[in-house]
Every structure is written in structure tokens, then in C-alpha cells.
């Protein structure tokens, strides 16, 4: 257990849909993560947040939205779902006493139908 | 601008055997590499990592790897595989103070009995 969780486990939507995954970091952690996962692009950083603040933006889509709250907990959002965004979205935590050792959460799986 | 390319989609070995899982890395700086494990329906699990405090760095369950920089790799060896190691690894790098890793396309290492 990585002490990262993630909700929901398993999300099946329909196209033109919006959903919110959260995710909560471990305890202390101030750094929030999220990638995602397809057969198509393999495993890519969306973005970072860093304490509530917008730290960096990977090949994250404009349909696509992040926030970090002020308990730290961070929310995807994804608007507008494709049939290609059915993916596995990861987020991870580091605090900056672990370096860059990011723990990842179980994952939520996503399903555009 | 980094990137990993992890060389072979899968591996087969036979139980007992050595598992070598190649990864080689593009970096304009020292890079941080890690290797992730990845079981079914599981989130990434840290295997290890480089920081440039040894080239041979030792990580969990018997797993190792050696940063050689004249090549650009960071291979990953178990001397001896177990069946519990079956699962997709993943070679990840990110720049010194930045912390968003970029992830290779995986391997996927099958034990066979």
C-alpha cells in the first residue's frame, strides 16, 4: 500500500460525458501527480501540482482540467470524454524529503463508451 | 528533453534463470532513473532508483541495476527469477530538480515454469 488513494477504482461513461477522479496523497506529501495510461501512448505525465499551485503541464489535453485543494487532495477533471480517453489515470505523490520518489495510487479505470 | 527506450515489448524466462530488462536513456543532464513494477490491476511499485550516489544500485526483491553513463543505460538484472515476478516494468528518467518522470513503453516479463 502506497498510501496514495484513488476513486473511484472503475469509471465507465459515455462520450461527450464530463468525470472527476480524486486522489489523496499520502500524509505530508505537497506534490501531486497525474498520468495516464493507454495501450495507444503508454504512460504519460498530465500535470503537477505542487501545494496548490500548478508546478508543470506534460500532454495534458485543453478537455482536460486539475486542481490541488487546500487539504491537498487533488481532482482530475475530464470534459467533453472521446472514446479515446478510456485509460488507466495514476496519480502519485513526493514530498520533497523523498527526492523525486513518487508513490502511486491503484489507479482509476476509465471507460468511454 | 528525456526519454527511455526500453528494448523488447516482452521477455520469457524460465524460472531460475537471469532476467535482464534493457532501458536506455536520453538526457541534457545528470538524469534520476527508476525502475517501476507494475502486477495486474496494480499501480506502479518503485523497484529502484539512481541518483548518482553508486552506479550499481540494489532495489527490492533481489532486483538490481547498473547506470552506466558511456552507454546511456540503466539495465535492470535478477539473478534468479521467481514466478511472483511476472508482471510490466517500466524504466522511467527526470531531470535533476524536476520531478515528472518519462516513462518507457515497458517490458513484459513472463516466468515460465
Known amino acids: 500500500d502506497s498510501g496514495v488513494t484513488q476513486t473511484p477504482k472503475h469509471l465507465i461513461t459515455a462520450t461527450g460525458q464530463r468525470v472527476t477522479l480524486r486522489c489523496s496523497p499520502r500524509s505530508g506529501d505537497l506534490s501531486v501527480y497525474w498520468y495516464q495510461q493507454s495501450l495507444d501512448q503508454g504512460l504519460q505525465f498530465l500535470i503537477q501540482?505542487?501545494?496548490?499551485?500548478?508546478?508543470a503541464k506534460g500532454n495534458i489535453l485543453e478537455r482536460f482540467s486539475a486542481q490541488q485543494f487546500p487539504d491537498l487532495h487533488s481532482e482530475l477533471n475530464l470534459s467533453s470524454l472521446e472514446l479515446g480517453d478510456s485509460a488507466l489515470y495514476f496519480c502519485?505523490?513526493?514530498?520533497?524529503?523523498?527526492?523525486?520518489?513518487?508513490?502511486f495510487g491503484p489507479g482509476t479505470r476509465l471507460t468511454v463508451l | 528533453a528525456q526519454s527511455v527506450t526500453q528494448l523488447g515489448s516482452h521477455v520469457s524466462v524460465s524460472e531460475g534463470a537471469l532476467v535482464l530488462l534493457r532501458c536506455n536513456y536520453s538526457s541534457s543532464v545528470p538524469p534520476y532513473l527508476f525502475w517501476y513494477v507494475q502486477y495486474p490491476n496494480q499501480g506502479l511499485q518503485l523497484l529502484l532508483k539512481y541518483t548518482s550516489a553508486a552506479t550499481l544500485v540494489k532495489g527490492i526483491n533481489g532486483f538490481e541495476a547498473e547506470f552506466k553513463k558511456s552507454e546511456t543505460s540503466f539495465h535492470l538484472t535478477k539473478p534468479s527469477a521467481h514466478m511472483s515476478d511476472a508482471a510490466e516494468y517500466f524504466c522511467a528518467v527526470s531531470e535533476t530538480g524536476a520531478n515528472n518522470l518519462f516513462f518507457g513503453t515497458g517490458t513484459r516479463l513472463t516466468v515460465i515454469p
Open positions: 502519485a505523490s513526493t514530498s520533497q524529503s523523498r527526492g523525486n520518489e513518487q508513490f
Open positions: 501540482y505542487y501545494n496548490g499551485e500548478e508546478r
